[in-house]
């Protein structure tokens, strides 16, 4: 079961863990020593950071696949090492991602640096509701550039949040991809803890063999490697590139949005659990595919009342910042979270980027 590090970030003690969880993580996604002291020196500058200029955060550190798959191959891992806040916000980015740029006594090398040691690195900062940071460090020698095509014009990405610091999240997400299709897919493991876990991680391993299959197919299949654990709510969404057709399926509670142009769609899932109740009848629903569309699956963990903001149609942000700042502007003391959360994202690649 792969291990997801919270990392409450209130005073300096706090800043040691996070980094030390980077090294951990390195370990897991296979990086050399080089890299894994990339990784942990960027976990060690964005906690800092949260300390120095916004009275402290949240440190998020999890093994993922890249945010643009390559086509039939084995990806790398990267350790994703997110920082979430709701500080004051940076009112001038760009500034703060230079070196040496400070708004206090401290040297001002946090972002700029890490922004330059990583692989990925994306932030989104509003003045007043604060700032989300995503960084993923990986091997140079793995994943690579995917190959020319349509499915290259798609990413993905994600934040897993494990109820009450919990070393596993119940909640799982993967993607993959199987020519001009790409799949993703959100499971949460009925309940929490470890044996939700291993409920989730068996549907990602079904799913590293599915990537030929439509949703609906992909479910079936998924239902059957899932027999023998306690059941999971799963959402599958395959986007055919060549077609520009977004295929979506589920089964149990996991929530699905399309924006297309500043407008929400709402895909809806059937009752059930894939494992032990799955419905004998699977529908897909069908939507067309284009580059102002984005798709957010998340878990129940997410409050039932929230509500998508502009933030979260932006297509040019990171898959992973918008999960990221949709996990923040969703929590509430008022409404406190009582699972595991994850939010899933799909969107196109910049086409700067392509």
Known sequence: MPRVWD????????????????????????LDEQ???????????????????????????????????????????????????HGPGIPDVSAALR??????????????????????????????????????VGSPSGGGAAEPGPAGRV????????????????????????????????ADGLGHGPDAARASTAAVEALRGSAHLAPAEALRRLDTALSGTRGAAVAVAQVDTRAAVLRFAG??????????????????SRPGIVGTHRPTTLREEEAAWADD????LHSDGLPSRWAPTPDTCRTAADPAVTA??????????????????AVAVLAPTPPDAR
């Open 7 to 30: 990392v409450p970030v209130h005073d300096s003690t706090r800043v040691r863990d996070a980094r030390v969880a980077a090294e951990h993580a390195a370990a897991l996604a296979g």
């Open 35 to 85: 890299r894994t002291a990339t990784a942990a020196l960027v976990a060690t500058e964005l906690a800092t950071n949260l300390l120095k200029h916004a009275g402290g955060g949240q440190v998020l550190i999890d093994v993922v696949a890249p945010p643009v798959l390559a086509v039939d191959r084995d990806e790398s891992r990267l350790v994703q090492i997110a920082t979430v806040d």
């Open 99 to 136: 070196d040496g740029f400070t708004t206090t006594s401290s040297l001002g090398a946090g972002l700029g640096t890490c922004a330059r040691l990583a692989d990925d690195f994306d932030l989104h900062s509003v003045p007043g509701r604060g700032t989300v940071v995503i960084a993923r």
């Open 155 to 186: 990413r993905a990405g994600a934040v897993n949040v494990p109820f009450g610091g919990d070393d596993y999240s119940g909640d799982a997400w993967a993607w993959v991809r199987s020519g001009d299709r790409v799949t993703l897919m959100l």
């Open 251 to 268: 089964v149990g509670n996991i929530g699905a949005r399309l924006c297309a142009g500043g407008t929400w769609r709402h895909l809806v």
């Open 293 to 296: 569309r984005v798709l957010v």
């Open 324 to 341: 990221a700042v949709t996990v923040r502007d969703a929590s509430s003391s008022a409404r406190p979270v009582r699972d595991d959360t």
